[in-house]
């Protein structure tokens, strides 16, 4: 998306929700005591987890497959991803009938790989670089004639993923704060949007993997820069802040805190054990950042959207006591 | 509950529905493909691990809690529980302000009796046998007035378990089969409840573990016969059949499957997987059940009560690949 490309807005998620309601699962509100005195707030869940294909991510892919002319859908859509917007974008063109390509970075999480397999994807492997996996996808556009539908960076996708907040807000109404995860900021700007829209009295806080805190320091320094190497367990939290994303996000305020890997994994484990949901690192940041700061959300209201689960189960991160 | 009792009529899961509305968490539906063609059926799944205390137990504890006279209730209540029940009338009756007491036999599951005290029960440990726990039950109502909610055998108990198949029918109408596991047959009998006056046509079949299988007898035998030493991994299920849960049962032609252990953990696993939902065992039974006798469930819409999930996560019954 050129930078100077008008950016989505509220009304775009609004359309975006009435656009995916066929489709979309209106996740459940959860809550638990136990979470509640560990963080000593009031806390909310939002699990996307259960979302169709595992992940938030089917939103966005849904509003952007669905919205496409009927010409362009017939040659069908290209993303690279390496887990949940792949499996979510096949599922997307599978409901509609479509083809979907999906570039996949070799050493990609294999439950997730798994999915975008098992949703009936044509996958095409690359090497693990940015470089590569836009290299890839270029050409498979050229070769079919498929529409790219960016994992993060597309104003379809962060309208899409704006309705998860959407749905958090008008199931909870009066948060104090809304926590997500940030990786590529899909989520994050579409959150951004909704609150703007419907609850402008909520901040909106920004949970990021300490391994890869580019959205941390673009925030504050007013410029986007990649991590040279992310290192972090949160294989969804990896890439950079998206263009669109970052100039939305800017604009809104958001705070962002970063979080150690460790402080993710027990954050993971406590979530199994009090809500039983399994979701991903990369989900359970946001929890994370709510524990490891505990002064700030004292005695507040606090939206939590926990964004996905594709995890292996035979692989959980801790080992039995 | 004397055996000439009158039993609860679908009319009362209705009016239980009604008065337990302000506190139950309407839980989702659930699916996936992966499920779908792994059993060669379609399946849907009401996630009771999501429910308040961690299992659909709350429906029928707040039936009953909400239902007592407010000169009884200011008595408190009391059970033997050696789990999700206990925890659930515990938190019923903190909603409604009033003292829970519950009788836990020794070596009862550690992850349910920590959600027991959590949910400020007082406590009263006995032997592992159900004449201990009948008598230390009988005192603690002879000393404090306190009302008796036992786990199954009581009408409002199975009224309030049957709410969980009436929105289960109400969000998947037109459901060939409803598989429950079946324990003490609270859940089993309010289900058969439940069919009878929404949806005759759909067929109950109660999945049991085959180390504890008197329901499967008793259905067979027309009469009730304890199990004498109940050998499962599914501790929800170890309870004989209660009376009047028998005689509903009995009456409504459902039928009885037996689950081996194995599969009820390979089952498990795979929720977790696939719904990324951790269930304990004696919820996993259902789905085994169906996976076990596929021919039987061929082409079928199939809904599944997913019971509860009160687990540990650190020991989880399967090893790392």
């Known amino acids: 998306m050129p930078s100077n490309a008008p950016l989505p807005q509220f009304d775009d998620v609004l359309d975006a929700a009435a656009r995916i309601a066929p489709h979309v699962c209106v996740t459940p509100l959860l809550r638990a005591d136990a979470l509640d005195a560990a963080a000593g707030a009031r806390l909310v869940f939002k699990p996307e987890g259960l979302q169709h294909a595992g992940a938030f991510k089917f939103r966005g892919a849904c509003n952007a497959v669905a919205g496409l002319p009927g010409a362009d859908a017939a040659r069908g859509v290209v993303t690279h991803s390496s887990g949940n917007h792949g499996a979510a974008l096949a599922l997307a063109a599978r409901l509609r009938g479509i083809p979907c390509h999906v570039v996949v970075p070799e050493g990609a999480n294999r439950a997730k790989l798994d999915l975008i397999v098992a949703q009936g994807a044509i996958v095409h492997r690359c090497a693990p670089t940015l470089a590569a996996r836009e290299a890839r996808c270029a050409q498979v556009q050229a070769d079919t004639g498929a529409t790219l539908v960016h994992p993060y960076a597309d104003p379809r996708v962060i309208a899409g993923q704006g309705t998860a907040t959407l749905e958090l807000l008008a199931a909870a109404p009066g948060l104090d704060v809304v926590v997500v995860p940030v990786g590529g900021g899909g989520l994050a700007a579409g959150a951004a949007l909704a609150l703007a829209g419907r609850s402008p009295g909520t901040a909106l806080v920004l949970a990021e993997p300490a391994g890869a805190a580019d959205a941390l320091h673009a925030l504050r320094s007013g410029r986007r820069e990649p991590v040279p190497a992310p290192g972090t367990i949160c294989d969804g939290l990896r890439a950079t802040l998206g263009e669109p994303n970052f100039r939305i996000l800017h604009a809104s305020g958001a705070q962002v805190l970063a979080v150690e890997d460790a402080d993710a994994i027990a954050a993971m484990r406590l979530l199994l054990e009090r809500l039983r949901l399994l979701v991903e690192p990369s989900s359970a940041v946001a929890l994370a950042a709510v ?31």
Chains 1, 2 share one sequence.
């Open 291 to 321: 524990l490891a700061h505990r002064e700030r959300f004292a005695g507040r209201r606090v939206g939590i959207v926990l964004t996905g689960g594709n995890v292996d189960p035979d692989a959980l991160p801790w080992g039995p006591r």
